[in-house]
């Protein structure tokens, strides 16, 4: 028994029901879905190529999925893409360029409608391939004007600027910074120019020893930190890359008995799920990972569905975010405020 006959609609509204779902009633979706279920149909992709899609399908390329720094973009992409009709087919690269070439290569074979990239620096043979296939390509979570494909995402530079920023204006200048690896990682490369460039201005210099470079772990950056506050010489401030790297630095200053922030200041980048309910909630800046999601699947999709050019890229600004984990050097002087304070972002 066909779906359209165990459904009671025609061929056309079927087509519908998998190309366009939201031209459909809600009550006609929904006897399609069953009919769908009943018969156990399953349309032939390959046969298709209707309004530009082929198989439904957008590939997603990210670092990694051993932690949750992407979960929150990654989801909000499929999220807005499935909106349109598509699922996304997700694979990690572990940082690997030629691995990321591989993966490219694969998720092609399967006839994918769009391509996401995460970041802006990618091997020449990845941008080869993608200009070879004259596919809809995105660049999600770093933003510059200058990008090969439009991305969506925010400043980097901007974020380790405004983290370094704010620690200067609390009156520290021995400062650490904990990073983690920049080899194939543009974000962090461009969160450590950024710090450093904007503490050398400041007449600040980071010595050696508190240079860290630390993978992302909760339980490395509290390693590092516990090895960091064993020396005579302590910081009165640390900054990390990310907020996974300072939450294990605020376990690792109370390991060895200090007070986040009377005795050390701890800021991260990323306000991610939960760091504004560690303790002491933490000081970081907001990269709106939601917000870029949704973004790069609403811009992707329509180039997909709308076979046009892909739209410009977007920046989705971060902004400071002053929680308790920092305070100003001069315990005389008064605290900052315990509750969240967004500063204002800059233009």
């Not at 807005?80 to 030629?98: M, R």
């Amino acid at each position: 028994m066909s779906v359209a006959k165990a459904a009671r609609v025609s061929a056309s509204t079927v087509s519908r029901y998998f190309n366009h779902p939201e031209l459909l009633k809600p009550a006609t979706r929904s006897r399609i879905d069953k009919a769908v279920r009943k018969t156990g149909y399953i349309r032939n992709r390959a046969a298709q190529t209707i309004h530009g899609i082929r198989s439904g399908t957008i590939g997603v390329l990210v670092p990694t999925l051993d932690h949750a720094i992407f979960a929150e973009v990654v989801q909000a992409f499929s999220d807005e893409v499935a909106e349109q009709g598509f699922t996304i087919l997700l694979a990690s690269h572990g940082y690997d360029p030629q691995r990321e070439y591989a993966i490219l290569r694969k998720m092609l074979e399967h006839r994918v409608d769009g391509i996401v990239l995460t970041g802006l620096d990618h091997d020449e043979a990845v941008f080869q391939l993608i200009d070879a296939q004259n596919i809809p390509t995105v660049l999600m979570w770093n933003y510059a004007q200058t990008a090969r494909y439009p991305a969506i995402g925010t400043d980097n530079l901007l974020a380790g600027q405004l983290i370094a920023e704010h620690v200067l204006s609390l009156g520290h200048r021995d400062i650490a910074c904990m990073l983690p690896p920049v080899a194939g990682n543009d974000r962090a490369a461009a969160r450590y120019d950024a710090v450093m460039q904007t503490l050398q201005a400041a007449g600040v210099s980071v010595r050696p020893e508190w240079q860290l470079t630390t993978v992302y772990s909760v339980a490395a950056a509290k390693r590092d930190t516990l090895a960091l506050l064993a020396s005579a010489a302590r910081p009165t401030a640390l900054i990390c890359g990310n907020d996974v790297l300072a939450t294990g630095a605020i376990y690792g200053a109370t390991a060895a008995g200090l007070s986040v922030p009377d005795d050390m200041s701890i800021t991260g980048i990323g306000d991610f799920k939960g760091s504004a309910d560690i303790e002491p909630p933490l000081t970081t800046v907001r990269i709106p990972a939601k917000r870029i999601g949704r973004e790069a699947g609403r811009a992707l999709s329509s180039t997909i569905v709308q076979s046009t050019s892909t739209s410009v890229g977007v920046h989705c600004k971060p902004a400071l975010i002053i929680r308790s984990s920092s305070r100003s050097v001069n315990n005389a002087g008064e605290d900052l405020p315990t509750h969240t304070r967004v500063t204002a972002q800059r233009t």
